[in-house]
Nanobody
Framework: QVQLVESGGGLVQAGGSLRLSCAAS????????WGWFRQPPGKEREFVAA????????MYADSVKGRFTISRDNDKNTVYLQMNSLKPEDTAVYFC?????????????????WGQGTQVTVSS
């Protein structure tokens, strides 16, 4: 069993930055793929970024490319999402997820474990 706890959300002005963290408990952290997703108010959950188990492969949604960076620290069992140049449309609850296959997918159904989410609000 894997438990994920997100932190780092909050209120920020447009153009600002936040760094989200996802701390994982349980075994085999280093072989999982990881993803960040978000759910804006009244909308479905959407893909943001993913990283493979080796950390060499990353992918991003077009809407965040060049602004967000996903990374992982296997020694700390933690995945990060650095968010720069934030926009009001980035406002959402952000979730991290673990994929036991290890590929780091952009599809919600591919993930096996989810955190509880952290709120990010970007004011204009």
């Amino acid at each position: 069993q894997v438990q994920l706890v997100e932190s780092g959300g909050g209120l920020v002005q447009a153009g600002g930055s936040l760094r989200l963290s996802c701390a994982a408990s349980g075994r085999a952290f280093s072989i999982y793929g990881w993803g960040w997703f978000r759910q804006p108010p009244g909308k479905e959950r959407e893909f943001v970024a993913a990283i493979s188990w080796r950390g060499g492969s990353t992918m991003y949604a077009d809407s965040v490319k060049g602004r967000f960076t996903i990374s992982r620290d296997n020694d700390k069992n933690t995945v990060y999402l650095q968010m720069n140049s934030l926009k009001p449309e980035d406002t959402a609850v952000y979730f991290c997820a673990a994929d036991i296959i290890g590929s780091g997918s952009s599809y919600v159904p591919d993930y096996d474990y989810w955190g509880q989410g952290t709120q990010v609000t970007v004011s204009s």
